[in-house]
């Protein structure tokens, strides 16, 4: 069978299109690590910032691929697995009293910024309950301040 110039023209396409693709999610997967692990609120926030934009441009151009094999994790895997990220990270503007409704998210996040490793999951949910409480703590001073 031979392929046609088409066909082979088709996939050079979605060849450069999954590179694309895959180095959009590569920069807003590790945006979001970054800023999940950072402890300076406006250094996270710039990362936070570039996760979301890159989330967007991928999100936008993945429905145009139709195809695409090799991956351990496909494109639209990979773009879940920053939108859970984004999840997690969207909780830290949040003035409210932590609850459990607003720590998991983050937990999770931080678990999945980890690698996902087996085993002592109250350590994400201890350090994400204390990041709520640290900038619900430091945002009390500051409003406190400007009073």
Not at 12 to 33: M, P, Q, Y
Request: proline share 4%; hydrophobic share 35%; glycine share 8%.
């Amino acid at each position: 069978m031979t392929t046609s110039k088409f066909d082979e023209l088709r996939t050079k396409t979605e060849r450069e299109l999954a590179h694309v693709i895959n180095s959009e999610l590569d920069f807003g997967i590790r945006e979001a690590c970054r800023a999940l692990g950072t402890e300076t609120r406006g250094f996270a926030e710039d990362h936070y910032a570039g996760a979301r934009h890159a989330y967007s441009r991928a999100a936008r151009v993945i429905p145009l691929l139709e195809e695409i094999s090799g991956d351990e994790l496909g494109p639209r895997e990979r773009l879940e697995h920053l939108r859970e990220l984004l999840d997690g990270l969207s909780v830290l503007g949040s003035t409210s009293t932590p609850t459990g409704e607003s720590i998991a998210p983050l937990a999770r996040a931080l678990w999945k910024a980890r690698g996902c490793p087996e085993g002592s999951p109250e350590d994400d949910w201890f350090r994400a309950e204390q990041a709520l409480k640290s900038q619900r703590a430091s945002l009390g001073l500051a409003a406190e301040a400007c009073a």
